[in-house]
């Protein structure tokens, strides 16, 4: 079993700019891709990021369109962490940010496919 836990979450006031860390208890993540959702109340959950594993054929990260330029996921593998690094907050952004993996190292096509989930971490941004 997959565990990965988030953090790094907070009040921020608009303008600013957030790291939010996923670290995997399981060893074998280092081959694992990490995607990073969020979901804001009453709102469907949004996939945000995905970085593949090292191992994977297609080595490109992929994101949403609505946060490209914005937001910058990447991976430690020595210390079994994948990052987000969100710049500009709004808003907007407010949410429970998750990560998650599909416990294979190709981004999947669709969220349906991610097997692992964290718990999340919220994030507020108010002035």
């Known amino acids: 079993q997959v565990q990965l836990v988030e953090s790094g979450g907070g009040s921020v006031q608009p303008g600013g700019s957030l790291t939010l860390s996923c670290v995997t208890s399981?060893?074998?993540?280092?081959?694992?891709?990490i995607g990073w959702f969020r979901q804001a109340p009453g709102q469907e959950r949004e996939d945000l990021a995905c970085i593949p594993g090292p191992d994977a054929f297609d080595r490109s990260t992929h994101y949403a369109d609505s946060v490209k330029g914005r937001m910058t996921i990447s991976r430690d593998d020595a210390h079994s962490t994948a990052s987000l690094v969100i710049n500009d907050l709004k808003p907007e952004d407010a949410a429970v940010y998750h990560c998650?993996?599909?416990?294979?190292?190709?981004?999947?096509?669709?969220?349906?496919?991610?097997?692992?989930w964290g718990r999340g971490t919220q994030v507020a941004v108010s002035p």
């Open positions: 399981e060893y074998d993540q280092k081959y694992f891709a």
């Open positions: 998650g993996t599909p416990g294979l190292s190709s981004c999947p096509p669709a969220a349906s496919e991610y097997r692992y």
